[in-house]
């Protein structure tokens, strides 16, 4: 079995600021917690030699910058590299110095340019990663913390003092941007994780020791990941938080960006444990699993209308073609995501009918149910459709949610049927469920 012992972690919680307003302190919680479980060998199974803590002052701009040099030192080709940072994002909307930055302990806020100077611009960030001989690195962002559920630490970002010239109204805002997620993963073999979306505050729960995204990463990182080899990936690690953290709060959505070719491990699964199948809760990873074709009209369709949907409902969903594992033939990914899915819905259009894998999928889906004796297809209609469904599919009750006036109260239906138990086929005999 694969271990960690070759790997390396920068773990950084930054609450008590210098020179700008202080963050919670569930901030160096946060850190503490997860340096813990790294450095855990009945855990996480880093080495301590190999993975640093810098809390509060200890991070500052000079000892940022020299523990990524020491990172590029001392990991090699096959290790893997673990980054989590906590702390004040900040963005920069427009001028010369427009951009993403990492605020250090010690970073000045007298104006941008002294902004600029103390804090860690994301084409540093992204330059130190690019030193990084590792091929399997994992950077976390937990940057932006609020006091109770819902509600922004600062509307205006950081707290910056009297005196910053930061305060000029749209100038700066709280948080990184997703295009500077986009371009800190543009190296191969890079993850990027972050708490929430450019567009909102991640939370802490009322009570709560951890923020809500690092709650849920730890849970996922402790057991939360099932695993059937000893070690918690990086695809399964995303998997299980994002549902999490989004049913907690309904406004937050982790971001995954990468450059990926494996699902690389991040940690040890318990110790090393192997044989848990990667199911959860009522014993699915997922309550819905998404067939459609990649096709305009269908993908906006699925992308912008549908997913965003039922995530706001606090469904775990799956998407055709998004949770596979490079490397893996897409019929088996395909299959993966059927197996582990509660319900899986067939996007029917005139597109879907005549896509090859497509009928796979459907086939698949219905073919698992009758073995089961459940049913696990449920067809959903979006468009006028060119002759008659196949049988198998037309004698299942569908949900039009082409436009007009009854597609919102289809939308309740199809919502209430993803809540629901699976229907059972009467007195048909049920078979276990077994495999991963």
């Known amino acids: 079995m694969e271990s960690m012992a070759d790997a390396h972690g920068l773990v950084v919680g930054i609450a008590a600021y210098q020179h700008i307003g202080p963050l919670p302190p569930v901030v160096v919680s946060d850190a503490r917690d997860v340096y813990a479980f790294l450095i855990d060998p009945a855990r996480g199974g880093h080495r301590p030699e190999n993975t640093r803590l810098l809390i509060d002052a200890q991070a500052t701009g000079q000892a940022l910058r020299r523990e990524l040099a020491d990172l590029a030192e001392r990991s090699s080709p096959d290790g893997t590299v673990f980054l989590y940072l906590s702390g004040h994002g900040i963005r920069i909307r427009s001028g010369p110095r427009a951009g993403d930055y990492l605020l250090p302990a010690d970073a000045a806020s007298t ?10 611009s994301g084409d540093e960030f992204g330059q130190a990663l690019g030193r990084l001989p590792a091929r399997r690195v994992l950077v976390v962002f937990d940057c932006c913390h609020a006091g109770g559920i819902g509600t922004p630490k600062s509307a205006a970002g950081p707290d910056l003092g009297p005196d910053a010239g930061l305060a000029e109204p749209g100038l700066s805002e709280p948080g990184l941007s997703e295009a500077g997620y986009e371009a800190l993963a543009r190296g191969r073999g890079r993850a990027i994780l972050a708490s929430s979306r450019d567009d909102e505050f991640s939370v802490v729960l009322p009570g709560a020791a951890n923020s809500l995204f690092t709650l849920h990463l730890l ?13 918690v990936r990086v695809f399964d690690l995303f998997e299980y938080v994002q549902p999490k953290v989004t049913a907690d709060s309904p406004g937050q959505h982790p971001v995954f960006k990468g450059n990926l070719e494996e699902n690389f491990p991040v940690a040890l699964y318990g110790g090393g444990r192997r044989g848990t199948v990667a199911r959860y809760d009522d014993g699915f990873r997922y309550d819905a699993y998404i067939s459609y074709v990649d096709r305009e009209p ?23 073609g998004d949770v596979g594992q490079p490397g893996v033939a897409r019929v088996v990914n395909m299959e993966r995501g059927i197996e582990q899915s509660r319900r899986t819905l067939v996007i029917l259009s005139p597109a879907y009918l005549k896509d090859g894998f497509a009928h796979f999928e459907n086939v698949l889906a219905q073919n698992l149910g009758v073995s089961e004796g459940r049913y696990r297809l449920v067809p959903v209609q979006i468009a006028r459709l060119d002759g008659d469904l196949p049988t198998r599919l037309s004698m299942l009750t569908s949900v039009n949610l082409a436009q007009g006036p009854r597609a919102e109260r289809e939308f309740k239906r199809l919502l209430n049927a993803l809540e629901a138990p699976l229907p059972s086929h009467a007195g048909w005999r049920r078979e276990p469920r077994t495999g991963a």
């Open 111 to 120: 104006s941008p340019a002294a902004l600029a100077r103390t804090a860690i």
């Open 219 to 231: 849970a996922g990182l402790d057991g939360g990941v099932a695993s059937d080899d000893g070690l």
């Open 298 to 320: 269908d993908t906006t369709w699925v992308w912008n209308w549908l997913l965003p949907r039922l995530e706001q409902a606090g469904l775990r969903v799956a998407v055709s």
